[in-house]
């Protein structure tokens, strides 16, 4: 097998970066747009595949979709306007657009099949399809409806009281989702809080959503109503460049209009925990969504424990936190982080075994790992897992490693960051 090489020669980074729409948001501003009335002007799209899979499976049923660049219009048809689609639908990689969408089918008056690809099929669905079910949904696949492909025979949705057993927003959104369409109140409690961007978007549509006492309650009284969508820059993107800042000698990086949601920036407290020199600039909000201008700075930093609380509004910046980890002084111990195992890959093995072949002192554990740092990175071959973010991992830590950094492949790393590597050229000095 061909193997991708990626070797720096004492870089420093330093200079501004621009970088990809939130996927997260980009996602739900497609499902969001496609069930109100009227058009639905999306800005800063994520041009990247899962959110394609999203707009190509409203275009099946019936959405009018006009994308040039990373401006999308969505012709919405309100719930009542979505149209059974004349086959089965691909949803390629995407667990957020398989998972949202079992809540919104669940409820429409027709059936539908949904498939991914190798490593969407091995991803469990049964910690959506569980809660829908007890909502009087049909749904039927492999192993009962916990692996793709799966069809969903929607119809009549009882509102339900659900108390989150995983700390998961994408369980939170579909169940959320399925209330649009439910007899009822729909309920979701959380003991932690998980990203709120479906209740954040949904209310900025109109929907009768409502934070109480109880949870998060929605009812399918509220009338959507399209509104334009600005999308701020993917913090999850602009982690790998905020931690390439802190990992590499001399150098200083701006990250441009990153999305500030509390939510999701777990990341900037373990940073500041760790001793790392950021600075936040320009903040506003917009669209619900808080927007701001990130500046980290090279200096030495200590090792930390990353758990409880904070490890839903980080899960997807782990793996490159772990690779920070490494050069941090002392001790890392990340725990509570099961939720890495059902991600694209089981990234607690991914992370681990790609950071022992560079040289690292990482040990799995049953809910994440221990690092110890700071250690000389050697370099050496790796695995992407086809894992997007395991993928840029890779391409970071070639950045202090002694010797070249080879894997496998780097095309994942298009599910979430096209431009990813002409980024990187841009600011390496």
């Given at each position: 097998m061909s193997h991708v090489q990626f070797e720096y020669t004492s870089p420093r980074l330093e200079g501004e970066v621009m970088v990809p729409g939130d996927k997260s948001i980009s996602h739900r501003s497609i499902i969001f747009g496609s069930i109100s009335h009227g058009t639905t002007k999306v800005t800063n799209f994520l041009d990247g595949e899962d959110c394609l899979r999203t707009i190509a499976a409203f275009r099946k049923m019936g959405v009018r979709i006009e994308k040039e660049g990373s401006t999308v219009l969505v012709h919405g048809n309100g719930l009542e306007g979505l149209k059974k689609p004349g086959e089965a639908i691909d949803f390629g990689n995407s667990?957020?657009?398989?998972?949202?969408?079992?809540?919104?089918?669940s409820g429409l008056p027709f059936e539908t099949t949904i498939f991914g690809d190798a490593s969407l099929t091995k991803r469990p669905m049964n910690r959506v399809v569980d809660p829908l079910r007890k909502m009087g949904a049909s749904i039927y696949g492999e192993a009962d409806g916990n692996f793709l492909p799966i069809t969903i025979h929607g119809g009549a949705l009882q509102g339900i009281t659900y108390r989150l057993p995983v700390k998961s927003a994408q369980v939170k959104s579909a169940v959320l989702l399925a209330g649009l369409l439910a007899e009822g109140e729909t309920v979701v409690q959380e003991e932690t809080e998980t990203r709120n961007h479906t209740e954040v978007m949904l209310q900025a549509f109109g929907a009768d959503l409502k934070q109480t006492e109880?949870?998060?309650?929605?009812?399918?009284?509220?009338?959507?109503?399209?509104?334009d969508v600005e999308v701020p820059g993917d913090i999850s993107s602009a982690a790998f460049f905020l931690i390439a800042g802190a990992l590499v000698p001399g150098s200083k990086v701006t990250l441009k209009n990153v999305g500030l949601n509390h939510s999701r920036t777990g990341v900037l407290d373990v940073l500041k925990q760790m001793g790392a020199s950021i600075t936040v600039a320009n903040e506003r909000t917009t669209g619900g969504e808080k927007i701001g201008d990130l500046t980290i700075q090279y200096t030495a930093l200590k090792g930390t424990t990353i758990e409880g609380n904070v490890i839903p509004r980080l899960i997807d910046e782990i793996p490159i936190l772990a690779l920070l980890a490494t050069q941090a002084d002392g001790k890392t111990v990340i725990k509570d982080a099961e939720e890495l195992k059902v991600k694209e890959t089981d990234r607690i093995e991914a992370v681990c075994k790609n950071l022992q072949a560079l040289g690292a002192d990482v040990t799995a554990t049953e809910d994440g790992m221990v690092i110890n740092g700071p250690s000389r990175l050697t370099g050496g071959t790796i695995s992407s897992y086809m894992d997007h973010r395991i993928a840029m991992m890779g391409a970071i830590a070639a950045l202090i490693t002694e010797a070249p950094v080879k894997m496998d492949e780097k095309d994942s790393i298009n599910i979430s960051y096209p431009t990813f590597f002409d980024d990187l050229e841009a600011i390496l000095q």
């Open positions: 667990g957020t657009t398989t998972r949202l969408m079992l809540g919104l089918l109880k949870g998060i309650a929605v009812t399918s009284k509220g009338n959507l109503t399209a509104c």
